[in-house]
């Protein structure tokens, strides 16, 4: 899958929409220090499924809403929308919105999903919130010191058979 927008609406210091576009090829972002870098890998992280609220620099999950600053109040949701182009040129709109008290929905081209869900579509993708495509500030130091087993998690995604774990954790709860 070709991921070709990312769109945050209320995400962490992203208050007001902001379309950030992927083209075929590099893509640079560049500013000075807390201008929200960070903030576009894990708004990525979080749309595609990302639970642990440490990994998302905050201590709960609705830390990633708007916090408002000094001119602008704090907002009550937050939206991520992922655009993507499968390999049979489909496009394909994964949205994350959480509002404080309620939790997390998900939508997939405007049809209520389940987070599972979204979980498959990315391990399928070999893309998702744990992938070893997406390295975080801090990660490379995270992955030399990891355990085996999480090692072995980390090339699972990278082979693009996490979704087989999902599906296999699945039957045996049946
Ligand atoms: P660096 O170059 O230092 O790595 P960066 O460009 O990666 O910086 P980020 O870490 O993405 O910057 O952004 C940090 C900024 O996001 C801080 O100014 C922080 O106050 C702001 N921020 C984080 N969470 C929220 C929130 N919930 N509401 C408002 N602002 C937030
Ligand atoms: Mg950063």
């Not at 070709?4 to 995400?11: A, I």
């Not at 489909?90 to 994350?96: A, C, G, P, Q």
């Not at 081209?109 to 893309?127: C, E, H, I, Q, S």
């Amino acid at each position: 899958m070709q991921i070709k927008r990312l769109r945050l609406t209320g995400f962490k210091s992203f208050v007001d929409p902001a379309d950030l576009r992927i083209e075929p090829g590099l893509t640079g972002i560049v500013g000075p220090n807390g201008c929200g870098k960070s903030n576009l890998l894990e708004a990525l992280r979080w749309a595609m499924g990302e639970n642990s609220a440490k990994s998302l620099r905050g201590g709960g999950m609705e830390d990633v809403i708007f916090a408002g600053t000094q001119t602008r109040p704090a907002r009550n949701f937050a939206e991520v929308s992922i655009l993507g182009e499968q390999d049979d040129d489909e496009e394909l709109e994964v949205v994350r919105r959480i509002e404080r008290g309620t939790g997390s929905a998900y939508r997939i081209n405007g049809r209520d999903v389940r987070a599972k869900d979204v979980a498959l579509l990315f391990a399928d993708a070999a893309t998702g919130a744990h992938s070893p495509a997406l390295v975080s500030q801090g990660r490379i130091s995270a992955v030399i010191a990891a355990k085996p087993a999480e090692r072995r998690a980390m090339l699972e995604e990278a082979a693009g058979i996490a979704g087989l774990h999902v599906r296999r954790r699945d039957a045996e709860a049946k």
